[in-house]
């Protein structure tokens, strides 16, 4: 599997964090800084906790430099150095290239904990993973028209400085929450709309036509309604009337990587990671991650972000 170094410590720390027992906290990047602010150094993944009335810490460095070849013997010299000066009861290397002999030899003799992250075929996979590719399924909606009312009650003067605003909004962020403060685009509050009513959706085919639809949708709560802010002050919009399309579309999301995490000594498996993806959820990048726990059998699904 082709990863970034942050791809692979995150992969690292997940797991861990997993199987671990409650009361451990697991930190990634960790800076540390001497009396005068310089830096020292940077952990990538730092474990700390109790052991029965022990205090544990448990240093975890990853590397990932396929180009570089197994990892050598001097990069665990240097873990074996960190340990000493800063105080870890445990230090593991992993590296997705393999270790070099000399590094193994170095680590077996200090006691340093080799392990790997190593690219498996799929079928080897078989036992837990039936899947080859995620079907994901977006909701699409387009607003056509909108109708704003407001209040018979309420003064003419009133009424025409929201048509002033509403003439040259446009798609313009006009629309005021009285709870959140947030302005929105007239879209928005379209969209916000739909996902309250989901089953507007249900007889819709995957890839199929676009429905029309008109929806009158009444802000009657005194804490949670839309605001214009007009000429004549800050004006209430009781209803929005909305014409719009809805569209069901189904993306296919290929198993992209499958990898392995195990202890190198004796080859026995941690956890396995079957990757889907990447697909765009709201304009930002994920990958599905499906991890497998060697002793438990548990599968934990996670969105990491690309």
């Not at 709870?179 to 890839?207: C, H, W, Y």
Request: glycine fraction near 8%; aromatic fraction near 8%; charge should be negative.
């Amino acid at each position: 599997m082709a990863y970034d170094g942050k791809q692979l410590e995150a992969l690292v720390a997940f797991v861990e964090k997993t199987l671990l027992p409650q009361g451990f906290d697991v930190k990634t990047n960790e800076r540390i800084f001497n009396d005068d602010g310089v830096q020292i150094a940077e952990f990538d993944i730092e474990i700390r906790g109790k052991v029965g009335s022990t205090d544990f810490a448990w240093l975890i460095e990853c590397r990932d430099r396929p180009a570089g070849g197994p990892a050598p013997g001097s990069w665990i010299e240097q873990l074996f150095g960190r340990r000493a000066r800063f105080g870890f009861n445990k230090v593991t290397a992993v590296s997705t290239t393999g270790f070099a002999a000399g590094a193994i030899e170095f680590a077996t003799a200090v006691g340093i904990e080799l392990r790997e992250v190593k690219t498996l075929s799929p079928s080897e996979f078989a036992g837990w993973l039936l899947l080859r590719r995620l079907h994901c399924r977006v909701r699409h909606t387009t607003l056509l028209q909108a109708s704003f009312l407001v209040d018979e009650s309420e003064p003419e003067e009133w009424r025409q400085a929201l048509l002033a605003v509403l003439s040259t909004a446009g798609d313009t962020a006009f629309l005021k929450s009285s709870k959140s403060g947030e302005t929105v685009p007239t879209r928005n509050a379209f969209s916000g709309a739909i996902e309250q009513m989901a089953a507007l959706f249900d007889d819709l085919q995957p890839n199929g036509p676009e429905k029309t639809i008109q929806l009158r949708v009444e802000y009657a709560n005194d804490d949670d309604h839309f605001v214009v802010e007009t000429a004549a002050g800050a004006i209430r919009v009781h209803a929005i009337i909305f014409r719009g399309e809805l569209r069901l579309k189904e993306i296919p999301v290929p198993l992209s990587a499958t990898s392995e995490y195990r202890h190198t000594e004796t080859g026995q498996p941690i956890s396995q990671t079957a990757t889907f993806g990447p697909q765009t959820i709201l304009g930002i990048k994920f990958s599905t991650e499906m991890h497998h726990m060697a002793e438990s059998g548990e599968i934990h699904v996670i969105l990491r972000r690309v």
